[in-house]
């Protein structure tokens, strides 16, 4: 069975710009969630799509959204990039059933702004 | 918001020598799961525990979900270089919540 997979894995944008991540599930998985990874902040949630709908949002600014597809495939968006954004986000995906949490992390992509 | 206090922070050990490693909070936790990160990738999944006291082996590792509900532990036993990587904790309530990570380095 393929894993979670990401694209693009590497990408450089100019502070101001905005960029779009994508991500495709586990073949079967219904839930995506997102997560930034930075040295400083270690990793942080950003939020979880379950069947389309935003499931759960952590505490980032409006600037982070993301959204699903009936496929389950899932995008994120950062809006007006700032120096600060510059970090790994990583999403996993899950069966999103209760009493099944296992989250399964794709290999990441690695946003620089400059 | 809420924390993990992973410890420790980084471990130099002998390959052959086992690891032992912790996670805990203040808060509840209903599962609690470990991961390791390799340079460049994504955590992987290595155990996942669901009920408190619970005890569960994946070959040489062994975790535990603390009785209070509060902390996990991750044990290694023989560890051998390709036990080198980042091992994080991370427990579940609405959201999974990750410790800052154990950075292990193993020398043969």
């Known amino acids: 069975k393929a894993g979670v997979t990401q694209t693009p894995r590497y990408l450089i944008k100019t502070r101001g710009q905005q960029v779009t991540l994508s991500c495709s599930p586990i073949?079967?998985?219904?839930?995506v969630s997102w997560y930034q990874q930075t040295p400083g902040q270690g990793l942080q949630f950003l939020f979880e799509?379950?069947?389309?709908?935003?499931?759960n949002k952590g505490n980032f600014p409006g600037r982070f959204s993301g959204r699903q597809f009936s496929n389950s495939r899932s995008e994120m968006n950062v809006s007006t990039l700032e120096l600060g954004d510059s970090a790994l986000y990583l999403c996993?995906?899950?069966?999103?059933?209760?009493?099944?949490?296992?989250?399964?992390f794709g290999p990441g992509t690695r946003l620089t702004v400059t | 918001g809420q924390q993990l206090n992973q410890s420790p922070q980084s471990m130099f050990i002998q390959e052959g020598e086992d690891v032992s490693m912790n996670c805990t909070s203040s808060?509840?936790?209903?599962?609690w799961l470990w991961y390791k990160q390799d340079p460049g990738e994504g955590p992987v999944l290595l155990i996942a525990?669901?009920?408190?006291?619970e005890l569960t082996s994946n070959g040489r590792l062994t975790a535990q979900f603390g009785i209070t509900r509060k902390d996990s532990f991750l044990n290694i036993s023989a560890s051998i270089p390709s036990d080198v990587g980042i091992y994080f904790c991370?427990?579940?309530?609405?959201?999974?919540?990750f410790g800052k990570g154990t950075t292990l380095s193993v020398s043969s």
């Open positions: 996993a995906s899950s069966l999103g059933a209760s009493g099944n949490y296992e989250q399964y």
């Open positions: 073949s079967g998985h219904r839930s």
């Open positions: 799509y379950f069947s389309e709908t935003q499931r």
């Open positions: 808060s509840i936790f209903n599962t």
């Open positions: 525990l669901y009920k408190a006291g």
């Open positions: 991370a427990g579940l309530r609405t959201a999974l919540i």
